[in-house]
């Protein structure tokens, strides 16, 4: 069972899944980061000064100075302004991704463009189309095979 299991862990896919993984956790960190110290200042600036992590709304009738204030006390709240945040991180990282998945299938499609390697060639004598691997010409009976597969 162990060795299956070791088998099974060395295998590249999997390798390579932990490694996207891992990468995928960093990157979500980033973008966390970006929507939450960089993007939005400037977005609730333009907006009147809102700081988006400060909106909630009071399910209770108490008020409170701050979001935190109100997490504190335990009161009821819905953090719409977090969601939001984390709305428009999940939004960059999705538009992150397609264009990932977009340039690797663009990188497929030339790859898969490649024109195949050739099968024919002219025979230098008689200029006729001949098959690659021939070493005498089916047309003019020319012996080809001290010339090369591309003659």
Known sequence: MLKGFRAFISRGNVIDLAVGIVIGAAFTGVVKSFVDDILMPPIGLLLGGVDFSELYIRLSGERFATRAAAMEAGAPIISYGVFLNTILAFLITAFAVYLLVKSYDRLRA???????????????????????AASRCPFCTSDLSGLGPLA
């Open 110 to 132: 030339r790859e898969a463009a490649a024109p195949p390697p050739p099968s024919e060639k002219d025979c230098p004598f008689c200029q006729s189309r001949i098959h690659i």
